[in-house]
């Protein structure tokens, strides 16, 4: 097991609007093959500032199978018109 994480940077009068939109297409992160675990989580002394921690079985299921989806260019189109820079994304073993 793999985790990803990524740190995303999001306008602070944004953040529900991010937030909504990130709950209606979580399921498309979770239904993807391989993904265990979906957690986004705000900063508290940064509030533009989240993480999101995915778990996958494996690093080819995140970076190989899951960009070659309709779940990722359905999450992407609803969460990625929120982000002010390109995400931040590194991954650690599990």
């Not at 009068?13 to 937030?19: G, I, L, Q, T, V």
């Not at 260019?73 to 073993?93: D, N």
């Amino acid at each position: 097991m793999i985790y990803e994480h990524a740190h995303l940077t999001i306008s602070p009068e944004e953040s529900d609007a991010f937030e909504s939109a990130f709950a209606s297409a979580r399921h498309h992160l979770e239904s993807a093959p391989g993904c265990r675990s979906v957690d986004l989580t705000r900063s508290i002394d940064q509030p533009s500032t989240y993480l999101l921690k995915v778990g996958w079985d494996r690093i080819e299921d995140h970076l190989e199978v899951f960009p070659t989806t309709d779940n990722a260019r359905s999450f992407g189109q609803s969460v990625a018109t929120y982000f002010q820079e390109k995400p931040l994304v590194v991954h650690f073993p599990g």
